[in-house]
């Protein structure tokens, strides 16, 4: 049931996404950005950023997102430059008052923090409360089968994803997904004081994060091969150790690759 009562998600509210050289928030890169400033009764107003990472962008990742190392060359801005104006801009419109709703919070903030660390020396300010509809909807649905990616979710709660994996899209349909949330859940979501919820979905994430942990390491403990049960457990470490760092990984120090 969707609610009509007054909530965060009538705005203001900005929506960020990124496209990446791959999974991986510490040697990865950023190659596309769009940052979407959403307020009551207005259109939406983008910026986006198209950047040449500096190194080559393998070729699954072009499958997915469409920019080769050709074109992000030939068209991108310098990486570092782009930085700085992404975080130009979140820093001037993120604030107590307007959340940053971003899908897959720790990771797209996280390689963002690396890049501005490896191009400018500086650390990321989580300037306000953030809303990240996938730690979301694995809380209020934590028992639903089936993946949660942005497109899968989108399916589930009827929301409109135009095309998926590009920046501006994936933004505007994580925004529409926060809100489809904050109506649909409003005691636990859309009723919810900015600074609560924030501090909420730390809990969740961390609850979530140790759980597959725990997942993990029963799968290593059914699986014959030692070298495969090895990398499970070091994952099943690698996850604990990140329970509760959200929006922000700690401490993602930029690798050179």
């Known amino acids: 049931m ?31 950005a769009s940052l979407v400033s959403i307020l009551p009764q ?3 107003q983008v910026r986006t ?6 190194v080559q962008i393998p070729a699954e990742a072009t499958a997915i997102h469409g920019i080769s190392t050709e074109h992000a060359r030939a068209h991108g801005q310098n990486i570092a430059e782009a930085v700085a104006e992404i975080v130009g801009e979140l820093g001037r419109s993120w604030s107590s008052t307007t959340p940053l709703c971003v899908f897959n919070a720790s990771f ?26 996938m730690c979301l909807d694995r809380h209020l649905d934590r028992y639903r089968k089936g993946k949660r990616t942005l497109g899968a979710l989108c399916a589930h709660y009827r929301v409109r994803l ?8 994936d933004a505007l349909a994580a925004a529409r997904l926060a ?7 409003p005691d636990k979501v859309g009723g919810v004081a900015l600074a609560e919820l924030h501090q909420r979905q730390i809990g969740w994430h961390r609850e979530h994060t ?30 604990r150790a990140a329970a509760g760092q959200w929006p922000l990984r700690a401490v993602v120090q930029p690798v050179e690759v």
């Not at 950023?49 to 500096?54: I, K, M, Q, R, Y």
């Not at 809100?179 to 859940?185: E, G, M, T």
């Not at 990398?231 to 996850?239: C, H, N, W």
Request: hydrophobic residues 40%; proline residues 6%.
């Open 162 to 169: 135009e095309k998926a994996h590009t920046s501006t899209d």
């Open 2 to 32: 969707i609610t009509t009562g007054v909530s965060w998600a009538d705005g203001p509210l900005l929506s960020f996404d990124l496209e990446s050289t791959g999974l991986d928030p510490a040697t990865d890169r950023i190659v596309a």
């Open 49 to 54: 950023w198209l950047a040449d990472p500096g």
């Open 108 to 133: 797209d903030l996280s390689l963002l923090a690396a890049e501005l660390r490896r191009h400018h020396g500086q650390d990321l300010v989580v300037a306000g409360p953030v809303v990240d509809p």
């Open 179 to 185: 809100w489809r949330l904050a109506k649909s859940y």
């Open 210 to 239: 140790r759980g597959f942990a725990d997942y993990l390491d029963r799968l290593a403990a059914r699986t014959a091969d030692p070298v495969e049960a090895g990398e499970l457990r070091a994952r099943a470490s690698v996850e």
């Open 42 to 44: 207005q259109a939406p």
